[in-house]
């Protein structure tokens, strides 16, 4: 696709369920970006990769959260033994690197823990 | 510490008018580049421009303008003549280093914008 693609754009889950969230980013694009987004708030960062380096992982919240990038393209956001206060709104984005380059957001999946 | 201040949580502009919308940020690093997005309703962050540490000029995209003063480590967005269609969140996010490779972007706390006819 032309642009970031998320899946699914709306989750509900149970309290201790463990989910996982899809990103597929721009084709080519190397930087790939997890972002947290509560109601009505800033973006929290979560995890960043970048080709093939080591992730910067010193944005997630806790040992429940991790993340991975298969292939330098696809990627993976899990949450295990889901809280009340993970519900939020999980952006990715991705960008072609260099640091004058933007970043091109996804929609979104909004998780809702119940 | 905060990398990214944006001391407005809200403001209201009236239609036509300009809106300056302030940021401000925190880095020893000599390389930087610093962002506008812009969030409607509907969720989608929009990227509005761009300004590098060692640009020379303001950036300027349209309607959008940034007034960045290096010495006061300032980015300030400005929107001209507003329209309804800019009623929106509003963040200024910045990216740090040398690396040829991007890095990780920092975003602000973010303003709110309403314009009102």
């Known amino acids: 696709g032309a642009g970031v693609s998320q899946s699914p754009s709306n989750k509900v889950t149970e309290k201790g369920k463990d989910v996982e969230l899809r990103c597929d980013p721009i084709?080519?694009?190397?930087?790939l970006y997890w972002y947290r987004q509560s109601l009505g708030q800033g973006l929290e960062f979560l995890i960043y990769?970048?080709?093939?380096?080591?992730?910067?992982k010193s944005g997630l919240p806790s040992d429940r959260f991790s993340a991975e990038r298969t292939g330098g393209s696809v990627s993976t956001l899990t949450i295990q033994r889901t809280q009340q206060e993970d519900s939020a709104v999980y952006l990715c984005?991705?960008?072609?690197?260099?640091?004058?380059?933007?970043?091109?957001f996804g929609q979104g999946t909004r998780l809702t823990v119940v | 510490a905060q990398k990214i201040t944006q001391t407005q949580p809200g403001m209201f502009v009236q239609e036509k008018e300009a809106v300056t919308l302030d940021c401000t940020y925190d880095?020893?690093?000599?390389?930087?580049?610093l962002f506008w997005y812009k969030q409607p309703s509907s969720g989608e962050m929009i990227f509005l421009i761009y300004?590098?540490?060692?640009?020379?000029q303001n950036a300027t995209e349209g309607r959008y303008s940034l007034n960045f003063q290096k010495a006061r480590k300032s980015a300030n967005l400005v929107i001209s003549a507003s329209q309804l269609g800019d009623s929106a969140m509003y963040f200024c996010?910045?990216?740090?280093?040398?690396?040829?490779?991007?890095?990780?972007?920092?975003f602000g706390g973010g303003t709110r914008v309403l314009v009102k006819p």
């Open positions: 300004q590098g540490s060692y640009d020379q």
């Open positions: 984005a991705s960008s072609s690197g260099g640091k004058g380059t933007e970043a091109f």
């Open positions: 990769f970048q080709g093939n380096s080591a992730p910067d």
């Open positions: 084709s080519g694009h190397t930087a």
């Open positions: 880095t020893s690093d000599p390389s930087y580049g």
């Open positions: 996010a910045m990216r740090e280093g040398q690396k040829a490779a991007g890095n990780k972007l920092t």
